[in-house]
């Protein structure tokens, strides 16, 4: 178990450019999931997948995101057109559908939109 | 919709002092009650958990009981450490179709020596 890695661990990019993070979840487990914390809050919900199937998106996640886990493996975030509003922390969780089902989270990218 | 209400911070106590973080929650039936902790510079960490009404979760001298009539998960720690200086998040999951978290805003506790 080497845990939930995600992958950059920071990204500044200009505003309009698009960016792809990615996250590479617990290695057994079937379940992924998308959340975004901004500074001083919780983390939001954006999306979720079991397996390759993306079951729940959040109003959150607008058009300009798309979340895609093609092999049920690891999963990549995509923001086109960066705005500034999307400047946070991305963070990833994987869980088991097997056991209890607790989501372990991956450190975070964190995204700077200049 | 589901929300979690945590007690404003920030926190600051001396150590061995005694800790309650206050957590309310707005869900219709019955979903699991869950706190992360967050130390600097790490990812969330699970600290506890509970499922079902009057069960009581417990991690590290921390303990939270779930209690559906007050509809609260407050945290408590009898003799707090150094270590224990984080942010601390209450979080829900109704489970089923709608097994992601929903998170409070987070507790900063500051723990002095």
């Known amino acids: 178990d080497t845990g939930v890695s995600q992958d950059p661990r920071h990204k500044i990019t200009k505003r309009g450019q698009n960016v792809t993070f990615r996250c590479d979840p617990i290695?057994?487990?079937?379940?992924l999931y998308w959340y975004r914390q901004t500074l001083g809050q919780g983390p939001e919900f954006l999306t979720y997948f079991q397996n390759e199937a993306q079951l729940e998106k959040s109003r959150l996640l607008s058009d300009r995101f798309s979340a895609e886990r093609p092999k049920g493996s690891f999963s990549t975030l995509e923001i086109q057109r960066t705005e500034q509003g999307d400047s946070a922390m991305y963070l990833c969780?994987?869980?088991?559908?097997?056991?209890?089902?607790?989501?372990?989270f991956g450190p975070g990218t964190r995204l700077t939109v200049l | 919709g589901n929300s979690v209400t945590q007690m404003e911070g920030p926190v600051t106590l001396s150590e061995e002092a005694f800790l309650t973080i206050n957590c309310t929650y707005t869900?219709?039936?019955?979903?699991?009650l869950f706190w992360y902790v967050q130390y600097p510079g790490e990812g969330l960490q699970l600290l506890l958990k509970a499922t079902k009404a009057d069960d009581k979760g417990s991690n590290k001298g921390f303990e939270a009981t779930y209690r559906k009539e007050t509809t609260s998960f407050h945290l408590e720690k009898g003799s707090v450490q150094v270590s224990d200086s984080a942010v601390y998040f209450c979080?829900?999951?109704?489970?089923?179709?709608?097994?992601?978290?929903?998170f409070g805003s987070g507790t900063q506790l500051t723990v002095l020596p």
């Open positions: 979080a829900l999951s109704k489970g089923g179709s709608a097994r992601q978290l929903t």
């Open positions: 290695s057994e487990h079937n379940r």
């Open positions: 969780a994987s869980s088991s559908a097997r056991g209890t089902d607790t989501q372990y």
């Open positions: 869900a219709t039936g019955y979903p699991s």
